[in-house]
């Protein structure tokens, strides 16, 4: 066998899935506006149906719209039949998948929706489909072709429904104004989550911080700083922030001054506005404050400006 085979049935497999995925733009029409809207008017939950692959697509697509702010769950069609129809209510919005619009289970569910008054929205490629015809809205998610080389095999298709549910997603996000501090509510337990509820309480060093008087000379300030393994000297006046020096400041006020260096002292340096912030600001925040003003720290100050710690960018990352 061609050992470059493999790779260019991949190649030729992802080429169909991108042109699948950049076709559905010209797809996009008022039909997916109304879905957004009816979506965003939603009182109760979305309930998402498939089966098979669709249904696999599915649940994907609910976890996404439950974890940007849009309540939603996955449901099995056939399990409707057993007990779980009790979930459904008339302010909830059904969004059904299917890519021939024709599947006889899901087809057999709708009957039961329609009476209950639950407004269906249909994600096909088939517009002239019974599910199409019967939903409130219809979204077209038409591909030209599987990647699946027999045409067979859902591929393309399974894609481009996934993106489509992706593009719901962010554009509920954007209506109701979605934003990371939202994002954390529903992502509490991760990585992420931690990053975006933590603040500045939560991580900043708070005892042997590195105090240098603004008249002390700074000869003596280095010995300080060093042992504050911080990077920095803190100048407070009545325990209220005055001002800052930082390694760099020291390393150039030594190439300044050179043999006058010993006679200077640390209010000749130090940065009088420092940036502080509260132990309430968000860890996310600190980063980008950072960024913004390039420093590798921000000081920790209650409404007096009083000193309470000290976050770096390393303590940014615990």
Known sequence: MNNHLPREYAAQCLRDEAKALTDLISQLDEQFDRAVDMIYHCHGKVIVTGVGKSGNVGAKIAATLSSTGTPAFYINPLDVFHGDLGVMTPDDVVLALSNSGQTDE???FIPIVLHNGIPIIAMTGNPQSLLAKYSTVHILVRVEKEACPLNLAPTSSTTAALAMGDALAVALMEVRHFRPKDFAQFHPGGELGKRLLTTARDVMKSDDLPI???????GEAIILVSKGKLGLGVALLDGRVEG???DG?????MERWQSEFFNRTVGDIMTRQPKCVT?????????RMMNQHKVHSV????QERHLLGVVDHYRCML
């Open 106 to 108: 899901l087809l057999r």
């Open 212 to 218: 240098v008087p603004a008249d002390m000379h700074l």
């Open 249 to 253: 400041d020291i390393r150039r006020a």
């Open 299 to 302: 000081l920790v100050v209650d």
């Open 244 to 246: 800052i020096i930082t």
């Open 279 to 287: 132990p309430e600001t968000k860890v996310t925040e600190i980063q």
